[in-house]
């Protein structure tokens, strides 16, 4: 089993960046693809991003693509995502996820473990 914590969210102007983090605790983090989600109030939670367990891979939800990056650090047991150029439709909150699985990486049902989220809130 795994425990993550997210951190790293807040407020920012359209066109700001921020940087957030997943700690991971437990079992082997590299046993685990970790993946990106977000949800916005009254909407289902999505995919943003994922990366596989060597980092080697990477994908990436369209209305992101090449303004987020996700990344992991295997040594320190994390997974971040960089967002730049932050838009007011990024705003919800951010969860990180894990899973040993491989397959369908872009459904949360994919996913065993999930952070407690972080919130992310873009201005215009």
């Known amino acids: 089993q795994v425990q993550l914590v997210d951190t790293g969210g807040g407020l920012v102007q359209a066109g700001g960046s921020l940087r957030l983090s997943c700690t991971a605790s437990g079992r082997t983090f590299t046993s685990y693809a970790m993946g990106w989600f977000r949800q916005a109030p009254g909407k289902e939670r999505e995919f943003v991003a994922r990366i596989s367990r060597s980092g080697s891979s990477t994908d990436y939800a369209d209305s992101v693509k090449g303004r987020f990056t996700i990344s992991r650090d295997n040594a320190k047991n994390a997974a971040y995502l960089q967002m730049n150029g932050l838009k007011p439709e990024d705003t919800g909150v951010y969860y990180c996820?894990?899973?040993?699985?491989?397959?369908?990486?872009?459904?949360?049902?994919?996913?065993?473990?999930w952070g407690q989220g972080t919130q992310v809130t873009v201005s215009s």
């Open positions: 996820a894990a899973t040993t699985r491989i397959g369908t990486f872009r459904i949360t049902t994919f996913y065993d473990y």
